[in-house]
């Protein structure tokens, strides 16, 4: 069977390092001239391991060449309110405490988003990227929390999605990574714009999950501060 140029696919289980090692060796590959650390194999089975545990709760978007390779990816998770996300991890940020979070927004994150070097196609990351935010696109209370290096920030503000940075920047696999959060209102946008570049199969939403009851409580008499 020949495959279509840069067709896309969600990633099953049984895939799970290929991604990890992907988003590892991509990282490296753009911010470090390909010169890996002593601890390359830990890095990709801390991801392995991150994945592993989100996976009942996430969907992951690979992007795919003729040879069956990987070229692009992204995973888009909702938080169960238990799993550690990686602003957590990383910052050690609370998403409970960050701009003005409210107990009926559901929360998410963005993650594993990587390009294969030398891949240069702006289509491609606008793919991608409406396959992450599609679930969240659905819900007007939504929040999004993502971790990406300062080059691919500059790209999501030009394209139009309202990224807002929440904390300082810290090196992490490579690069300069800066916390952000994004909302309904700066992605909708971007997503009626692009939307047609994806097809409609793409675009469902992940499980829907119940706030577990220890964070559900009265009506609280201000709003959370969020990431």
Known sequence: MILPKNYLERLGADRLYDLAKFVVNENFKH?????????????????????KDYFNNAQIFVSKDVDNSIIGSIRVLRWNYTDVLPIQKIFGINPLLLNGHCIKSSIWHIGRFAIKKGVNDINLFKRLMVCAIAPICQDKNAVVYAECD??????????????VPVEKPLNYLGSETIPVSMRYNGLIDFYNKNRSLVPVDFLGSTTAHQLPKRVVSQPLQHNYSLV
């Open 150 to 163: 300062s080059k691919l920030l500059r790209v999501m503000l030009a394209l139009g999605i309202k990224a």
């Open 31 to 51: 911010h470090t001239s390909s010169v890996y650390p002593e601890n390359y194999t830990k890095e990709i089975g801390s991801i392995l391991k991150e994945e």
